[in-house]
């Protein structure tokens, strides 16, 4: 086979490559919008949770759990897929002096590193694809929380680490025991919450629907800086496939030009020799 056809070959190869690689470019950055409007949503439904909660607060003040001999629990957030760079490898990194008692690795690529996160990890959890997995990956979230807050013979401190909006930025966010801006506040209401219900049984079913609230806010915004990075790295390698595409074309273009001045030169010989 000539160097020509071998190069023309080549590039098909590089072509075909980078019709994918920008198909799932495409796909991140459809995701990346879809889940602006999920956490814009989520955002708004988190922030009324937490002002019901901060002004209950202020006249049950008791209700506060916080136990300095708690155990640190830490939810690392990473990808559940390749090409986003150093995403998971920055996750590990923030947490590598951290004194936590364990973590709960969430994402397939991060599970596979479990060994190199230097605190326990007690439980992995599938990470997810797309903004409509979520709701079920932190029911299952939430069941492991459960079972660990279960066997753990004390109270325990939740904080999840994740990616957030800005570029590079990575985010630590206190879950549980919920609402530690409350000692922050110095405003009050001067009437109290009229509750159709005990003060404790009321602040532990909002405790309940700030978790699955919170959590789903900060899936949202991990997800979307993971797509931010995904797409960042592809439009990256696209764009190398580009360059790469162009050179062998000129390349090729040489080698065929060489090509067709040796065969007309076989020609004239074969002509002479007549």
């Given at each position: 086979?000539?160097?020509?056809?071998?190069?023309?070959?080549?590039?098909?190869?590089?072509?075909?490559?980078?019709?994918?690689?920008?198909?799932?470019?495409?796909?991140?950055?459809?995701?990346?919008?879809?889940?602006?409007?999920?956490?814009?949503?989520?955002?708004?439904?988190?922030?009324?949770?937490?002002?019901?909660?901060?002004?209950?607060?202020?006249?049950?003040?008791?209700?506060?759990?916080?136990?300095?001999?708690?155990?640190?629990?830490?939810?690392?957030?990473?990808?559940?897929?390749?090409?986003?760079?150093?995403?998971?490898?920055?996750?590990?990194?923030?947490?590598?002096?951290?004194?936590?008692?364990?973590?709960?690795?969430?994402?397939?690529?991060?599970?596979?590193?479990?060994?190199?996160?230097?605190?326990?990890?007690?439980a992995t959890l599938e990470g997810a694809n797309v903004a409509e997995e979520v709701p079920a990956i932190i029911?299952?979230?939430?069941?492991?929380?459960?079972?660990?807050?279960?066997?753990?013979?004390?109270?325990?401190?939740?904080?999840?680490?994740?990616?957030?909006?800005?570029?590079?930025?990575?985010?630590?966010?206190?879950?549980?025991?919920?609402?530690?801006?409350?000692?922050?506040?110095?405003?009050?209401?001067?009437?109290?919450?009229?509750?159709?219900?005990?003060?404790?049984?009321?602040f532990a079913d909002l405790v309940d629907h700030y978790l699955f609230a919170a959590l789903h806010e900060i899936?949202?915004?991990?997800?979307?800086?993971?797509?931010?990075?995904?797409?960042?790295?592809?439009?990256?390698?696209?764009?190398?496939?580009?360059?790469?595409?162009?050179?062998?074309?000129?390349?090729?273009?040489?080698?065929?030009?060489?090509?067709?001045?040796?065969?007309?030169?076989?020609?004239?010989?074969?002509?002479?020799?007549?």
């Open positions: 086979m000539s160097l020509s056809r071998e190069m023309q070959l080549h590039i098909t190869q590089l072509e075909e490559i980078r019709s994918i690689l920008n198909a799932m470019k495409n796909l991140a950055f459809m995701e990346i919008h879809k889940l602006q409007r999920f956490k814009t949503m989520q955002g708004q439904a988190v922030a009324n949770i937490e002002r019901a909660a901060l002004d209950f607060l202020d006249f049950y003040p008791g209700l506060e759990a916080n136990d300095g001999n708690a155990a640190q629990i830490c939810i690392l957030l990473g990808a559940e897929r390749g090409f986003c760079g150093d995403f998971n490898e920055s996750l590990i990194n923030a947490i590598a002096n951290k004194a936590y008692t364990g973590v709960i690795a969430i994402g397939s690529r991060l599970c596979n590193r479990q060994e190199d996160i230097a605190a326990e990890v007690v029911n299952r979230l939430i069941d492991t929380i459960s079972a660990l807050h279960g066997k753990a013979a004390t109270a325990f401190q939740l904080t999840v680490i994740y990616h957030n909006d800005a570029p590079n930025q990575i985010s630590q966010q206190q879950v549980l025991p919920p609402f530690p801006q409350q000692q922050e506040r110095n405003v009050h209401f001067g009437n109290p919450p009229v509750l159709n219900m005990e003060p404790g049984e009321f899936f949202y915004i991990s997800l979307m800086a993971e797509n931010h990075s995904r797409l960042q790295h592809l439009e990256g390698a696209v764009n190398h496939l580009d360059d790469e595409t162009v050179k062998l074309q000129r390349k090729s273009q040489i080698y065929r030009q060489e090509e067709i001045t040796e065969e007309i030169e076989v020609i004239l010989l074969n002509a002479e020799n007549l």
